[in-house]
């Protein structure tokens, strides 16, 4: 436990968020218990390339804390320790892979969504553009919350700009096809889904 405290702590941290996301409320307590203990016994002086290992797990029990309180109903408390999850990523020193793999935006905003909070969404959709605009899945995230405000010729350009940054992104094909679609525009409706189809087709099948 002391050789792999850093190990230890990830493994009852993605158990914890696990539950959560599952709604097994009493067991993501446990495995948050688990969590914090791990943490605790990680010496400031461990390290993952330019990052220290505490000031990671720190951004860990930010997120975790959002998705439990989340799941138990309270939800600006939620928010509060995903935005603090936002900061404490945005502040980490550079380095490549990153040092916090899991992007907290993507947390953020999708809760967000869930709770029509979609300005908000948008919101921090566009600051993650900021901060980092080369991550297709911001540019469709936010794709998602436009859409859902009913902009939908900006919501397809933000699926473009997806597109741009990963061609592959299937998804963003099929949005834009149901947009164009709902828009009037069959033959950009009828290129975007053959598109998303090609992606999704069997492999040795057309």
């Known amino acids: 436990k002391d050789l792999y405290c850093s190990n230890v702590a990830m493994i009852h941290y993605a158990k914890a968020v696990a539950h959560s996301a599952l709604g097994n409320v009493a067991e993501a307590e446990t495995e948050k218990a688990a969590f914090m203990a791990a943490k605790a016994r990680v010496p400031e002086s461990r ?3 330019n990052n ?28 509060a320790h995903l935005r603090k999850s936002v900061e404490l990523s945005d ?40 901060h980092c605009a080369d991550q297709p899945l911001l540019h469709f995230n936010l794709g998602v919350a436009l859409e859902d405000q009913r902009r ?4 397809i350009g933000a699926y473009e700009a997806a597109l741009a940054l990963d061609p592959a992104l299937a998804d963003a094909h099929f949005n834009i096809a149901r ?6 525009h069959a033959h950009q409706a009828i290129r975007h889904f053959s598109a998303y189809r090609r992606l999704h087709a069997p492999r040795g099948r057309p």
């Open 47 to 49: 390290r993952v390339h």
């Open 52 to 79: 220290k290992m505490v000031n990671l797990l720190g951004v860990a029990e930010a997120m975790l804390n959002g998705e439990l309180e989340y799941r138990k109903g309270n939800h600006d408390t939620a928010f």
């Open 91 to 130: 502040s980490l020193p550079y380095d490549e892979p990153w040092g916090w793999m899991q992007p907290t935006r993507h947390a953020l905003g999708a809760l967000l969504l869930e709770q029509g909070r979609i300005d908000e969404a948008e919101a921090v959709y566009r600051a993650g553009q900021q």
């Open 152 to 155: 939908f010729d900006d919501a």
């Open 179 to 184: 947009l164009y679609d709902q828009l009037g």
